[in-house]
């Protein structure tokens, strides 16, 4: 704990915010920056237990080999702590909704809530489950406020998990937050984001507490450049407060922490994709773009944190490239490429500067998804790219948690090779 505890402190030296660290209790602080840096987290020994708290480490994994449906017997028993399970996937409990454009969010506790989604072609869902991994069984807590998909799910250092926008149906996005209490399985409201509507928006938990919460879009034709930062209070709604202007409107983007400092990358807006970053500081608001960096213009791309501390940025709708971010040099190089093009996939972090991506499109027009997995290992300048084997079926629209045991649990989505079908399966990835 004192060597993460280390790294930790030295990430805020390092963005300037010593000041907050010192500010806010120290545990919670650990616990809530491993919750964010699940990979930095592994190589502190100690602290292996913690190291699952993946917090939004919910991208990534896509799920297991058709071939492997022979383990399904298994599969039933999903989260039976029997033995040590062979590495690839396996198949577990299905989700009693059928859902995609949801959310996942791995509970301090151990166990995964499940927000919201769509459930129709044009119908959300109210609906959340709790996923535990020890029983494999999953349980239905109280119902949302408004029904909502592509919205944010950030947990926060009370444990408790804040909703933001979203969509309550096509072009009928939402301004409204909410949180999840795990104590008592219910919601609240959360207020209003003061700077509009959003859906495809991003958020990241802070240093501080707080939640950046960034762009965005109020239709699929732009990008908003508006940003809000959210206050938690002990068992009241919170506030809210205009968080300044982006260089550029950015829907679809992704924001990472990196070093304690909120980076935003790529997007889209009315002029195309983005091939920049820019980056906020609490204490000076967002900083000036940084352009033709990410080698092309990136949307549906996800951003990854390493154990090393460097960034990998992987996919877009324009092919299978990927860049890394050192931010002790503050420098983007290339890294080694997809083997296929993926956009709308997820990436989650394992231990040892590994990523595992799974599924997404493989072009555009949306018309076709990958059944496919692939894991990223960063043990040369460029890294490289290897197999990991092939979910039960194509999707997009899923989500991936890496959990405390290390393994990525992989729920729902949408079939759209196979028409479009909405799916309930979940599976298990095991490195």
């Known amino acids: 704990m004192r060597s ?3 790294i930790m402190m030295a990430a805020l030296v390092a963005a300037g915010l010593l000041g907050i660290a010192s500010c ?7 616990n809530k920056w491993c919750r964010e840096n699940p990979g930095i987290c592994d190589d502190d020994a100690g602290d292996a237990g913690d190291a699952g708290d993946a917090g939004d480490a919910g991208d990534a994994g896509d799920a297991g080999d058709a071939g492997d449906a022979g383990d399904a017997g298994d599969a039933g028993d999903a989260g039976d702590a029997g033995g040590p399970r062979p590495t690839g996937w396996s198949s577990l409990q299905s989700l009693p909704v059928s859902r995609s454009g949801h959310t996942a969010t791995l509970l301090e506790g151990g166990g995964v809530l499940v927000v919201g989604g769509r459930v129709a072609a044009d119908s959300t869902t109210d609906t959340a489950g709790l996923y535990e991994p020890s029983t494999g069984a999953w349980t239905v807590v109280g119902p949302l406020t408004t029904p909502r998909m592509d919205h944010t799910a950030t947990l926060l250092s009370d444990d408790r998990v804040l909703v933001v926008g979203g969509s309550q149906a096509p072009g009928n996005d939402l301004a409204s937050a909410e949180i999840y209490d795990p104590s008592t399985k219910t919601w609240s409201s959360a207020g209003t984001i003061p700077t509009g509507k ?16 960034v762009g965005g879009g109020e239709n699929a034709g732009g990008g908003l450049l508006t940003t809000a930062l959210y206050t938690p209070t002990a068992g009241a709604a919170g506030t809210w407060v205009d968080a300044g202007t982006l260089a550029v409107g950015r829907n679809t983007l992704t924001v990472s922490l990196v070093n304690g400092v909120a980076l935003a990358v790529g997007g889209y807006n009315n002029v195309g994709a983005e091939n920049s970053t820019e980056t906020y500081l609490p204490d000076g608001g967002w900083q000036p773009i940084q352009r033709s960096v990410l080698g092309v213009g990136r949307q549906g791309h996800t951003a990854t944190l390493l154990t090393s501390g460097k960034l990998l940025v992987a996919g877009s709708k324009v092919g299978n490239t990927a860049v890394l971010f050192d931010p002790t040099q503050s420098t983007w190089s290339s890294a080694s ?3 296929v093009p993926r956009f709308g996939h997820t990436a989650t972090p394992l231990a040892g500067d590994k990523v595992l991506v799974a599924g997404g499109f493989s072009n555009a027009p949306e018309t076709a998804a990958h059944g496919t997995a692939e894991l990223f290992i960063l043990d040369s300048p460029a890294g490289r790219w290897t197999q990991a084997g092939s979910m039960s079926t194509s999707r997009v629209g899923h989500t991936a948690t890496r959990l405390g045991t290390g393994e990525v649990l992989v729920i729902g989505g949408t079939d759209v090779e196979g028409g479009g079908n909405l799916l309930n399966t979940v599976q298990l990835y095991t490195p």
């Open 4 to 6: 993460l505890m280390r």
């Open 24 to 30: 806010i209790d120290v545990d919670g602080a650990t």
């Open 198 to 213: 959003r859906s495809a928006h991003a958020a990241v938990l802070l240093p501080s507490g707080q939640v950046l919460v």
């Open 337 to 339: 490429s997809m083997s």
